[in-house]
Structure formats: C-alpha cells, structure tokens
C-alpha cells in the first residue's frame, strides 16, 4: 500500500531560476490537490485536478506558477522566476471522487536564495 | 470563503493526561472537518474526521466532537503519550455540495507530551 510521494523532497535554488516539483497520489485517487505551507503555518490550497482537468486554482497561484496533470496520474508544479517568498513547503494531497478523506505526501522544502 | 480559528497555539501536558484542541469555523455550510497531525519533517497525517450528521466519533485514544449550532469542533486526547506530540491541524472545507475540496486549515497546534 503505497502513499502519496513527492520528488525531490528538498529543493534549494537561487532567486530567479525555475523549478518543478512531481507527486504521484495514490494509485487511482483521481483528484490530485497541491497546498503550501509556510512555517508554523497550516496548509493554504493552491490547486486541484480531478483527473486531467485542473478545476479550481487559487489566487495564491500567480501566473509563475502552473501545474499540470497530462494524464490524469502524476503532478507537475513549476515555479518560474522564483522569488524569496516562494520559499515553503509544497504538499501534495490525493482522493477519491466522492469522499471526503484527504492523504497528503510528505512534501518538498523549497528555498530560494 | 471557509475561516478556521484554533486554539492554543501551543499546549504542554504531562504524559497520561488529556489534551483538548479546539477549532471554530465560519461557513455554516461546511460539512466535513477532518484533524490531521504532522511531525517534524514530514506531510500532515489523516487521524480522524467527523461529518455533520454526528456529534461526536471517538478512535481508540482519540475523539472529535462537533457543534454545528455553535460552529465548533473539538479534538480530544487521552492517555497521552510522548508519541503524541506533534503540530495538529483542524480543517474545514469550502462550500461545495459533495465531497469536499479545497480545505482551510487551521493555523495548528503544537502539543508537547512531557514524560
């Protein structure tokens, strides 16, 4: 029974550069949700996917940010022209249609410097 | 949107004592509120939830109760112990009609378990 995982799980860039981040959900969870969280914060949503279609964004997710889910299973988040503020942990969340239960993966620490 | 207070920020107990962490949440609408717990380093762990058609549910060592009346929700820990202490997090969702989507967090809650 595999989780949600996350790739890389630490990611330290310099101010300006892109990165992407991957989550694989859990095996046929078709929604797929990406959240951030700053320290000693919680959780702030940022997108999510049932299946290939992205379906709700927030208005945290500026247009350096874009995520992509090309065939419904993995996650791509790419960071263009990164900035210090970026700097946080980037969760990933899988589920299933119809229920409510969230599983998050462990998340990627970025720092941008 | 959904707005999620909770309390303390931090709580300090001895082992086998209780802890209570409680969340108040300001959509009326919301119908699902799920607690999750996070350790150091890794992503927040599911450890219990509550739909609005019950007032309380109870795992083991760990309850949830909710007032819908009141718009609060409250997490409960008995015999506690060091493996406990953790940040933990109350959430609520937005007001969609189904499953829940996008979830608030609360702003979390650092338990200490002192042995």
């Known amino acids: 029974d595999t989780g949600v995982s996350q790739d890389p799980r630490h990611k330290i860039t310099k101010r300006g550069q892109n990165v992407t981040f991957r989550c694989d959900p859990i095996?046929?969870?078709?929604?797929l949700y990406w959240y951030r969280q700053t320290l000693g914060q919680g959780p702030e949503f940022l997108t999510y996917?049932?299946?290939?279609?992205?379906?709700?964004k927030s208005r945290l997710l500026s247009d350096r940010f874009s995520a992509e889910r090309p065939k419904g299973s993995f996650s791509t988040l790419e960071i263009q022209r990164t900035e210090q503020g970026d700097s946080a942990m980037y969760l990933c969340?899988?589920?299933?249609?119809?229920?409510?239960?969230?599983?998050f993966g462990p998340g990627t620490r970025l720092t941008v410097t | 949107g959904e707005n999620v207070e909770q309390h303390p920020s931090t709580l300090s107990v001895q082992e086998g004592d209780s802890a209570v962490i409680k969340c108040t949440y300001s959509?009326?609408?919301?119908?699902?509120f799920p607690w999750y717990k996070q350790e150091l380093g890794k992503g927040p762990q599911l450890i219990i939830d509550?739909?609005?058609?019950?007032g309380e549910k109870k795992d083991q060592r760990i309850a949830v109760t909710l007032n819908k009346t009141a718009k609060h929700f409250s997490l409960h820990i008995t015999e506690t112990q060091p493996e406990d202490s953790a940040v933990y997090f109350c959430?609520?969702?937005?007001?969609?009609?189904?499953?829940?989507?996008?979830?608030?967090f609360g702003s979390g809650t650092q338990l200490t378990v002192l042995p």
């Open positions: 959509d009326s609408a919301s119908n699902y």
């Open positions: 095996s046929e969870h078709n929604r």
């Open positions: 996917f049932q299946n290939e279609a992205q379906l709700e």
């Open positions: 959430a609520a969702p937005g007001a969609v009609s189904g499953s829940a989507r996008q979830l608030t």
């Open positions: 969340a899988s589920s299933l249609v119809g229920l409510y239960e969230q599983y």
């Open positions: 509550i739909r609005s058609n019950v």
